[in-house]
């Protein structure tokens, strides 16, 4: 980060108070991702310059209380120290005026930015994400590694889902001999791990395969394109997304309804209202 001059970094679980002064001193932002108020707290105490707050209908890993409960929460407990951003659900201009109701300073759409004309992520995969019509398919799962994650149920998802003890590590095996090009893994050395990981993080076998193997398996479906044989992360707002548009297309609408939005907010109180009138 600081040899490529990369002026901000984004992580969910901390490295560490020697590497966020490390980052600091060389001018590098530091923007953590939390779910909960304490871990905001902590987060500002080991030097969090900016602080992205998701609520769970955010994609990947992710927490239980909703982004309408949470932010709020955050804001008082660390908004008035560094700006705090909010994220989990929001990809229009209605959502970001919410954002800024609830004291936000702005929003963060991973989702959103993920089903865009400039996306990276082979359109394959991308096509996945837009037949996703119900927000209820996109199910939060612990049986990737065991911690929560928020994904678009798929062939792969659904196996894990469906299996027991021994079927999911033997999958998770399988998975495993299927990247060892990427890891020079040898089965032995995958069981070793396995049950190392398994004895340290209180995780069964078969999630520490998983939990190794993860970057490879979302790789598939995100890099390679084969999204029947990967994990899809997102966020439940997939589910009302049905475009793919440009990003100064999307920001640029983003900000026009925003305006909109505030604009008849500003109606409803009346020109000149000294704030004592009822809303209707």
Known sequence: VIRHGVRAVSYSRSPGPEMIRKLKDAGVICMPTVGLPKHAIKAVELGADVVTVQGGEGGGHTGAVPTTLLIPQVVDAVGAKVPVVAAGGFKDGRGLVAALAWGADGIAMGTRFLMTAESPVPRSTLQRYVDCANPAEIIVSRAMDGLPQRMIMNELLGELERAGTLRKLWIALRNGMAFRKHTGASLPGLLRSAIAMSRDDDMSASQAIMSANAPMIIQKAMVEGEPSRGVLPSGQVAGVIND??????????????????LAALARLAGPGDSGDRAFP
């Open 244 to 261: 793919l548009p440009a990003c100064a297309e999307l920001i640029g609408a983003i900000v026009a309804e925003a305006e909109q939005r």
